[in-house]
Every structure is written in structure tokens, then in C-alpha cells.
């Protein structure tokens, strides 16, 4: 397995500042990584903004003079929009700036919410997504990308629910962005969660939290920490610092046949750069030995 970094680690470092993609990819050669896996590279919030094949053509040459892959492009997607045809064209669109940064996955979003009508349930959603979710996955395998969606937004983030989505897709470019740590914002043993969605695997993210139950009636919510579906708390933190069962689940994965690209996934408090090199030297010690 190589090892690659979600240059959504980078958030806090770059939010506000005048750093751009090539200090990202600095940073990640600095570090050790063997790739940046990118999420939509339009990011007003970073002070990123133009034409998005222009950005992909500018990361992409940052990242060859650094010697680094692009293993996938990431962006956010809704398939229960009001206007799904748009959604799936827009979506083209993005595979086409994969095909610029020569990522050879592109993972999108299902849905972060059902449809307000009476009855309307995650199944219905599964139904009348998976067409176009198809579509997209057909375009891609004709780009040489595959498509693929995460255990991601709380309506689609049960592991049977992501299986059933790529069950009714039923094509063969379509599979799993597995976050191994996701599972734990819907109350979902991580590990249990991980061995259901290890046949689907087309790519990987570490990422560890902080959990802690439920706060009694009249309690605070710590700072930082936010609720899961259930209730219960959780919280970023740095790789293998957390609750979340990491090296079994990675482990679980590599039983399975995985193979592929690991990418580490902070979104903790700790300052940025210590704690993705802490990160990535806990996973080369679980993957590389």
C-alpha cells in the first residue's frame, strides 16, 4: 500500500492565508507522503478561486516536480438535487479535471439528505440515485477513472446503506471510498463496519477520533466535539491517538485483499504539521513495517 494525505489536513494551515496547492504538496514531500489526494481545488475559503482546469494543470506539474502521485480527486456531489441531470453533467465536469490531474479516482457524495416527502425513506434514495450515480461511473470508466462514494453524511454513512447504493449502481467502475473512522459518527463499530465494506474497496482514509458518550441532561458538549447521530460524542484527533480501532481495521482491509492507496485524514485541534507527521509515521509502521 503507499501512503497519500487528503490535502483537506491542510485546512486550518492554509484558511485565511495566501499558501496555495504547491505548499500543499512541499509539505507532503517534506513530510514523507507518497501522494495528496485533492478535494475540489475551487476553494473560496482558501482564498482559491479561477478556472478549475487550470488549477488541475498547475497541481498537477507541482506535483511531478515533487515527485508525487494524485491519487484521487474528491468532491462534494448530491444526487437527490432538484435538478439531477445538471448534477450528473456537473459531475462529467469533474472527472474531466481528474483526467487533468491524473488522478485515477474520482470520489463523490450520494446525498446529504432524502427527499420532504411522506414516506420517502433511504431506500427510495438508493432507487433514484442509482442511475445517475451509474452514469457517472460509465463516463469515468471511459476517462480510465474510477468512480466511487464514501461512508460519508450521516444518511448514506452505515456501511449496509453504502452497499446497498453500489449493489443497485451494479457496475464495475463504481465502488467505496472507506473512512475508517466515519463509521463512529453513526454509533457503528468501526471494525465491524470496515469488514462489510472491504469487497468494495477502491480506496482508503485513516482517520482517528475521539469518542465519548452521550452527556447527561444538563451537560455541556466539550468544546470541539460534536454529536453523532445517537448522541454521543466525537471529536478529530491526530492518528492513533483516538478510540477509533485503526490498525485492526486497516488490517481487516489488507486480509481482504486491499491494496491500494491509504490516505490520511486530519481534521483534529493539534497544530497541522506535527500531527500529519505523527499520522504518517503510525501508518508506515502498520503498513510499510
Known amino acids: 500500500m503507499k501512503i497519500g494525505v487528503s490535502s483537506y489536513s491542510f485546512d486550518r494551515l492554509l484558511r485565511g492565508s495566501e499558501r496555495g496547492y504547491r505548499e500543499i504538496v512541499r509539505l507532503a514531500r517534506e513530510i514523507g507522503f507518497d501522494g495528496v489526494e485533492f478535494i475540489d481545488l475551487v476553494r473560496p475559503a482558501w482564498g482559491i478561486d479561477g478556472d478549475e482546469a487550470a488549477l488541475a494543470r498547475e497541481v498537477r506539474a507541482a506535483a511531478d516536480e515533487y515527485g508525487l502521485a494524485i491519487p484521487a480527486y474528491t468532491v462534494a ?24 490531474l491524473g488522478a485515477p479516482l474520482l470520489r463523490h457524495d450520494a446525498s446529504f439528505h432524502l427527499r420532504d416527502l411522506p414516506g420517502y425513506t433511504p431506500e427510495d434514495g438508493i ?6 450515480v451509474r452514469r457517472v461511473a460509465e463516463y469515468g470508466a471511459a476517462l480510465g477513472i474510477r468512480t466511487c462514494t464514501e461512508n460519508h453524511g450521516f444518511i448514506y454513512q452505515a456501511p449496509e446503506r453504502v452497499k ?21 459518527v453513526v454509533d457503528r463499530d468501526n471494525l465491524d463496519a470496515v469488514k462489510i465494506a ?3 474497496a477502491f480506496h482508503v482514509h485513516a482517520k482517528d477520533f475521539i469518542l465519548l458518550p452521550a452527556p447527561a441532561a444538563g451537560e455541556t458538549v466539550p468544546d470541539g466535539f460534536s454529536r453523532s447521530l445517537g448522541g454521543n460524542l466525537w471529536r478529530g484527533t491526530v492518528l492513533g491517538r483516538g478510540n477509533v480501532a485503526v490498525a485492526d481495521c486497516l488490517g481487516a482491509l489488507m486480509d481482504g485483499g486491499y491494496d491500494g492507496w491509504v490516505s490520511l485524514e486530519f ?8 500531527a500529519l507527521a505523527e499520522g504518517y509515521a503510525y501508518l508506515k509502521r502498520l503498513i510499510k513495517g
Open 77 to 100: 456531489a448530491d444526487f437527490l438535487s432538484p435538478d439531477p441531470e445538471r448534477e450528473v453533467e456537473r459531475i462529467f465536469r469533474k472527472l474531466d479535471v481528474a483526467k487533468i
Open 127 to 132: 432507487a433514484e440515485m442509482a442511475p445517475y
Open 164 to 184: 446497498r447504493l453500489i449493489g443497485a449502481v451494479g457496475h464495475p467502475n463504481f465502488g467505496w471510498l472507506v473512512d475508517v473512522g466515519n463509521f463512529s
Open 198 to 200: 472491504a469487497p468494495y
Open 267 to 274: 481534521e483534529g485541534p493539534e497544530e497541522v504539521i506535527p
